[in-house]
């Protein structure tokens, strides 16, 4: 440990009021590492590692820990887009001398993240050193978001929308009804109905989603939009989330039978107008699926690339059982068998 620092692990019991002002003033921070949304999304599930100089936090990284089989995994908890390294805002004029503090803060936070089997960080897109990661023997893969940058004129961030987006909307408008504000077990329900109708499973409980959606009401940090037909049929829901810096599209949910009304294009253009009055950006989220990435890019949002950091120590027998383990839940989870 470099002189001056100290490493300390902070619990959910502990007092976290330090820890969210830091998240507040840090580069990387967002809504994902504050210690509310923590706890939402793994309640007494987690801890946060931190370095401070002095007392002061200068350094810091959440981290969930669970085990896994015959092995202990650090990794991302569900419905969660970035939860890697944050640091303070550099105090140095001289880009040299930015990047000696920065190296020296990371070497000492990667020496001091628990043993693990495996680690799985994804990190805020504005990290973009993850060399002493590479040095102590971690990997990584860039994956990719994309964002409007700029809320400020909406009716800007319209204009930039691709024409099949605009004419989509002008669909929308004349088939259905957007609506505010639905209630978490028809909004759990609508999207359970609509993946099993396409043929797949909804990947997250309703346990979990009500306390991400009681939590971002409490800090007014959270909202749902659902469109409606002349008959009461619900066609399609997004629920995004926000804090002061940015937006997240977080789930949509859409009835295959109704795909065709464009409904929840209508749905993101509704959310970005009452965003901007409360954020400065809108992150899709992005996707590395390619039919997802070309709707995204669509929306005249930016490319932004992040990284996934990840390290494997699992022996090779241990690893052939979890690939054969996860492979059987994925069928029993397509074929109803496991809730």
């Known amino acids: 440990m470099s002189a001056g620092l100290a490493a300390s692990t902070l619990k959910p019991r502990d007092d976290l009021s330090q820890w969210d002002q830091f998240v507040d003033n840090s580069p990387q921070g967002c809504i994902f590492c504050r210690s509310w949304w923590l706890d939402a999304v793994c309640p007494n599930g987690y801890e946060i590692l931190t370095l401070r100089k002095g007392d002061r936090i200068v350094a810091g990284m959440p981290l969930v820990r669970r085990r896994r089989l015959a092995y202990e995994a650090i990794g991302m908890p569900p419905l969660t ?57 971690y990997r990584q893969t860039t994956r990719y978001t994309y964002v409007i940058e700029d809320l400020t004129d909406p009716e800007a961030v319209f204009a930039n929308f691709a024409y099949s987006k605009r004419k989509n909307i002008k669909k929308a408008e004349r088939l259905v009804q957007v609506r505010e504000d639905m209630p978490p077990r028809d909004f759990y329900d609508h999207h ?35 469109a409606v037909d002349v008959d009461g049929h619900i066609h399609s829901a997004i629920f995004v989330v926000f804090d002061p810096r940015a937006a997240y599209y977080l789930i949509s949910t ?21 965003v901007a009055t409360r954020t400065k950006r809108f992150d899709f989220e992005g996707s590395m699926i390619q039919n997802v ?18 390290r494997d120590r699992r022996n090779p027998l241990v690893k052939a059982c979890c690939g054969i383990w996860s492979g059987a839940a994925r069928v029993a989870h397509r074929l109803g068998l496991r809730r």
């Open 81 to 137: 887009q970035t939860l890697g390294v944050l640091l303070a805002p550099p105090t140095a004029e001289k880009y040299e001398r930015q990047l000696s503090g920065e190296m020296e803060l990371l070497r000492a936070l990667v020496a001091a993240i628990p043993r693990a089997d495996h680690f799985v960080a994804q990190c805020h897109h504005s990290f973009a050193n993850w060399l002493p990661f590479y040095w102590a023997g």
């Open 254 to 274: 859409i009835d295959p039978d109704c795909r065709s009304s464009n409904s929840a294009t209508l749905l993101v253009k509704r959310a970005i107008e009452y």
């Open 293 to 310: 990435e070309r709707s995204f890019r669509s929306f005249g949002a930016r490319q932004i690339p992040y990284f996934r950091i990840y």
């Open 192 to 226: 359970a109905t609509s993946l099993r109708k396409a043929g797949d499973t909804i990947v997250y409980t309703y346990e979990l989603f009500e306390r991400i959606h009681r939590a971002t009401h409490q800090h007014n940090a959270g909202k749902t939009w659902l």
